[in-house]
T-cell receptor
Framework: GQQLNQSPQSMFIQEGEDVSMNCTSSSIFNTWLWYKQDPGEGPVLLIALYKAGELTSNGRLTAQFGITRKDSFLNISASIPSDVGIYFCAGQLAGNQFYFGTGTSLTVIP | EADIYQTPRYLVIGTGKKITLECSQTMGHDKMYWYQQDPGMELHLIHYSYGVNSTEKGDLSSESTVSRIRTEHFPLTLESARPSHTSQYLC????????????FGPGTRLTVT
């Protein structure tokens, strides 16, 4: 299957700091999605991106669909303790199944 | 908030038992998926369906089977559970056309003793 490389694998940051993470692939995707997962729960959709270059915000979260369509970025501004969790990217080829990144584990230190 | 439900949330069962994990969605989505995930790890697709009477195996080999008799229902069955089946199982759905967002249920945490 497709491989999505997500980095960093984990982050430990102070409350109030900004966070950046990214996802890269060797394939061109038509859709990029970003999810947050809390322990023992299913992933919750944060942001969906549909066009190359698209920049979309959801509160303190901003995500971008890379120009090459092979990557995507997620930024979190002014982190707070409830941002703790694992963040996954997912890419979709035209009309087909989704492929998930390996996840970024975020720890926010109060 | 996504209208997709999974039962049970937690299940502890002995080796050799037959189990069915339930998944239902009320969004009218054509596409449904089952993923297997170990704690903190990536999701692996084990089955998917693009509509009633359509099922396909995913990238990760699985001894489970699925059925899709109704649009809203996509159960997963293990005929004979083994300790290697211990994992979290996540169900998801998405619409066929237009926006391709995929929504997840809360998951079933399965432990086979």
């Amino acid at each position: 299957g497709q491989q999505l490389n997500q980095s960093p694998q984990s982050m430990f940051i102070q409350e109030g700091e900004d966070v950046s993470m990214n996802c890269t692939s060797s394939s061109i995707f038509n859709t990029w999605l970003w999810y947050k997962q809390d322990p023992g729960e299913g992933p919750v959709l944060l942001i969906a991106l549909y066009k190359a270059g698209e920049l979309t915000s959801n509160g303190r979260l901003t995500a971008q669909f890379g120009i090459t369509r092979k990557d995507s970025f997620l930024n979190i501004s002014a982190s707070i303790p409830s941002d703790v969790g694992i963040y996954f990217c997912a890419g979709q080829l035209a009309g087909n199944q989704f492929y998930f990144g390996t996840g970024t584990s975020l720890t926010v230190i109060p | 908030e996504a209208d997709i439900y999974q039962t049970p949330r937690y299940l502890v069962i002995g080796t050799g038992k037959k189990i069915t994990l339930e998944c239902s969605q009320t969004m009218g989505h054509d596409k449904m998926y089952w993923y297997q995930q170990d704690p903190g790890m990536e999701l692996h697709l084990i089955h998917y369906s693009y509509g009633v009477n359509s099922t396909e195996k995913g990238d990760l080999s699985s001894e489970s089977t699925v059925s899709r008799i109704r649009t809203e229902h996509f159960p997963l069955t293990l005929e004979s559970a083994r300790p290697s089946h211990t994992s979290q199982y996540l169900c998801a759905s998405s619409a066929r056309g237009g926006r391709y967002e995929q929504y997840f249920g809360p998951g079933t945490r399965l432990t086979v003793t």
